[in-house]
């Protein structure tokens, strides 16, 4: 770019965002004040990409391509300003034009606040995904709910979690395209209504039912610099007009209002329960209501290409079920087949597994949905009547394959009769789709082998492997910039689009000079954080430590306690002496609970309360510190990862699907301490073994000390130091106003069983820690190490991913 050109688009730039300011905003220009420019800006980089974006969505019509619908009630996009602005290539440019006014980029950027539509990794995987997707030209959509309340807004008080609200619509978000003339009629409740069609068939129809609105409002996925934009269509409930009349009409005004304001509710708020569904009614009436108003909007673009008939359907429409949570969609796509189309239930079939693929995110049975044959029959009762039928032919046809397998029925069927009547969502999901496909290579394998062996039995090749990946843009370009220029200045920009071009790093492994450049970036980016947690805690840290961090959603699988436990073994070896010297550690914990669950809220009081007894003690100094981040975010997240030295991913073997953050600590050139559970397998296989932590009992380990014969209590008789940590937190060391606060996390390491085998990994745990910390005496032998885990992620991106779900799943290539 030549300099008069570049002078030309900063200063048009600068009139647009003055001109925004006055013109959108209604306020005065002067004196430059860093809100409004922050709005102001964000509208100028938003009319350089509405054009973009209506091309490519007339790019889809105009070549008649199959169409990808990722459905998912979750999406994490973080902030949006900078990734815009570097999609579009125009960084330089608005840092220059807002610096000429007196302010900075970094700052107005941290004006935006995080659109919370997610509980965790899988609303992140989902916003990965729409990146990678408009990044490799899939021709796609994401569909999902525009929630007026995210997940909550976390603070720390005392030491326990609280939960405040996230309005995040408080302030217009110049990023949502409300359509408000674009809506669907959903209906709910009712009944199904037998009658006899001209040609003497039985019918039914769904009626008297209650109805609400669905409003589309639209949010731009731009790839990177290619001109290509992907709609993320997310739905909002407004009452219908009948529903106010038929109150007004009645003279009855205020509960008119109320049954609007009730009718609304639906989009208010996403559910803050990470991988345990809590079987609420307004959450099914989420799900239906997102589904048919997404059905609807996929059947009106079918339309309008004139289709001569259905037959064709499943080769222009792909649907991905981003869990079971969009599961209902394959009896709504019945019920519009067979009811509206007039289809015969068999072309329907074919059209829905045709159409439909579901990923499946977790292993755990709490986190396996159901819902009560009697809400559903209730709310939903044409598509009650309707699962029963796939269900009848379903086992019809097993029971004909397979004579005399009671068991086998049992084990297979669409409704669980142990608990009351239960649709088991994932039954539905697997036989409505043509594939389904698990996160990470031992997940996947695990849903074969065990949690759906009898279906993988029945439909061989219907079960495959997709391994999570995420955008290299937003975890490496975007969050690290210091990191990014110096991988470009030795293996230029390639890897912003082709991860796999990371490798070349790997020669610059053992080069000293790199290495110092190395070691250079990531002390800045740890002084950085310092800075950050200074200002937000006002807790100084000292750079110059080792940074072990532990961020995730709280969850007893995933294991806090084993870190806190070796915490506290630190801490006495510390006090006592008996460490001639240790390596000074910061530790760094950062996640959310479910408002719900109790255990997991106690831990972040423990994570709290052995950070105050650390921290506050004279004998430790700067050799051990713990911070507790409140309420962890995607932007949180830019902050940290970039600055961390070790990645904790100690979840039990078998448990965590596949695991995002680690993919993004390694990716940045942290090293792991993990298990062998998920996508970490996958990452030391890669990386290395050399280069990766490794500890714990195996998943085949895990299911034989689950069968029977494991002893916590054992084990912590006769490990001392183990002993002497719980007996700590059981005693009110940590809790002295309140000795037995801690006693429920004891309790169910010690008398309930050690479900997740705390006890039983906790002297490898600790163990290799104490090889982390020598290697992280040696400079050069870690710095290597770390060169070589971000040389070697470049199968963890999520280009591809997308391109094997593309390839593999989809069938739908790039539009060239
Ligand atoms: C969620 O975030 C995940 C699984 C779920 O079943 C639900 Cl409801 C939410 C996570 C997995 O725990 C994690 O291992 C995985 O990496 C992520 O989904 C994306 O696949």
Redesign the pocket.
């Known amino acids: 770019m030549t300099a008069p050109e570049s002078n030309q688009s900063v200063e048009s730039l600068k009139d647009d965002i003055q001109r925004h300011v006055a013109l959108t905003l209604g306020s005065d220009p002067f004196p430059p004040r860093k809100g409004r420019y922050y709005l102001g800006l964000c509208y100028s980089v938003r009319d350089r990409l509405l054009g973009q974006w209506l091309e490519t969505q007339r790019s889809y019509y105009d070549s008649i391509t199959k169409r990808v619908y990722y459905m998912s009630l979750e999406f994490l996009p973080g902030r949006f300003l900078m990734n815009y602005i570097q999609a579009l290539g125009m960084e330089e440019e608005c840092r220059e034009a807002v610096r000429d006014f007196g302010l900075d980029l970094d700052e107005l950027l941290e004006e935006e606040w995080n659109p919370g539509l997610g509980?965790?990794?899988?609303?992140r995987?989902a916003s990965c995904y729409m990146d990678s997707m408009a990044t490799c030209r899939i021709p796609g959509y994401g569909y999902g709910i525009l929630y007026d309340y995210g997940i909550f807004y976390q603070t720390i008080v005392n030491g326990y979690q609280h939960e405040g609200a996230d309005n995040w619509l408080r302030q217009d978000s110049p990023w949502v395209l409300r359509r408000g003339h674009f809506m669907f009629l959903i209906n709910f409740y009712g009944r199904s209504e037998a009658y006899e069609d001209s040609a003497g068939h039985e019918r039914f129809r769904w009626v008297d039912t209650e109805s609400v609105m669905a409003m589309a409002c639209d949010i731009m996925v731009p790839g990177h610099q290619n001109g290509h934009v992907t709609n993320m269509r997310l739905w909002k409930a407004i009452s219908t007009r009948d529903f106010e009349l038929e109150h007004f009409n009645r003279g009855d005004y205020i509960g008119a209002v109320q049954s609007k304001v009730e009718s609304e509710n639906i989009s208010k708020v996403l559910y803050p329960n990470?991988?345990s569904?809590r079987g609420k009614e307004l959450r099914l009436r989420q799900q239906y209501f997102f589904v048919a108003a997404t059905f609807q909007d996929i059947l009106r673009r079918f339309r309008k290409n004139n289709y001569s008939s259905f037959d064709c359907f499943p080769d222009q429409v792909a649907v991905q079920l981003n869990?079971t949570h969009p599961a209902i969609s394959i009896a709504e796509l019945m019920r519009i087949l067979v009811d509206e189309e007039s289809l015969t239930w068999e072309t329907a079939w074919t059209i829905c597994q045709k159409t439909f693929s579901y990923t499946n995110?977790?292993v755990l049975p709490e986190?396996l949905e159901t819902w009560s044959v009697e809400l559903i029959g209730r709310m939903l009762p044409r598509h009650l009547q309707i699962i029963f039928e796939i269900n009848r032919r379903f086992l019809d046809d097993v029971g004909k394959r397979f004579p005399g397998r009671v068991d086998l029925l049992r084990s297979l069927s669409l409704i669980a009769e142990d608990n009351g009547k239960q649709v088991r969502m994932a039954h539905l999901a697997i036989i409505g789709s043509h594939t389904v496909n698990g996160?990470a290579e031992l997940h996947s394998k695990i849903l074969k082998t065990r949690l759906f062996k009898d279906f993988d039995n029945l439909y061989p090749g219907k079960f495959t492997n997709v391994t999570?990946g995420i955008t290299p843009r937003r975890w490496l370009m975007q969050a690290n910039p210091a990191l990014s220029e110096l991988i470009g200045s030795v293996i230029g920009d390639e890897w912003i689009h082709d991860l796999s071009h990371l490798s070349e790093l790997a020669a610059y492994a053992d080069d000293p000079e790199f290495q110092q450049r190395w070691q250079e970036v990531r002390k800045r980016n740890k002084k950085l954080l310092a800075r950050y947690v200074l200002r937000k805690l006002g807790v100084g840290i000292n750079p110059a430590t080792l940074f072990d961090m532990h961020i995730k959603r709280i969850h007893e699988y995933k294991r806090q306690i084993l870190n806190v436990l070796h915490v506290i073994t630190l801490y006495n070896r510390i006090r006592s002496g008996s460490v001639a010297h240790h390596v000074p550690r910061t530790l760094f914990f950062a996640g959310k609970a479910a408002p719900g669950y109790m255990q997991a809220k106690l831990i972040i009081k423990l994570i709290n309360a052995v950070g105050q007894a650390v921290n506050g003690d004279p004998a430790v100094g700067n050799d051990l510190r713990v911070v507790f981040l409140p309420n962890y975010c995607v932007s949180q997240a830019e902050k940290l990862i970039p600055a961390a030295d070790l990645s904790e991913q100690i979840s039990t073997a078998g448990m965590?699907?596949?695991?995002?953050g680690n993919m993004k600590f390694a990716l940045n050139g942290a090293l792991t301490i993990g298990t062998l559970d998920?996508?970490n397998i996958e990452i030391r296989e890669v990386v290395g073994e050399d280069n990766f932590f490794l500890f714990g009992h195996t998943e085949e380990d895990v299911h034989r000390l689950h069968s029977g014969g494991y002893d916590p209590v054992q084990i912590y008789e006769s490990n001392i130091e183990l002993k002497k940590a719980l007996d700590m937190i059981s005693t009110g060391f940590f809790s002295p106003e309140a000795p037995g606060l801690f006693r429920p996390i004891v309790d169910s390491l010690l008398a309930h069983g050690d479900y997740y085998l705390v006890l039983a990994d906790y002297a490898k745990y600790v163990a290799e820690q104490a090889r982390v910390s020598k290697c992280y005496e040696d400079p050069a032998l870690w710095t290597r190490m770390s060169i070589l885990n971000t040389a070697n992620m470049g199968k963890f991106s999520s280009d591809r991913s997308i391109m094997e779900y593309a390839r593999n799943i989809w069938k739908v290539s790039p539009l060239t």
């Open positions: 509980n965790g990794g899988l609303g995987l990470d991988t569904p869990d995110h977790t986190a996160v999570n965590e699907a596949s695991g995002t998920g996508a």
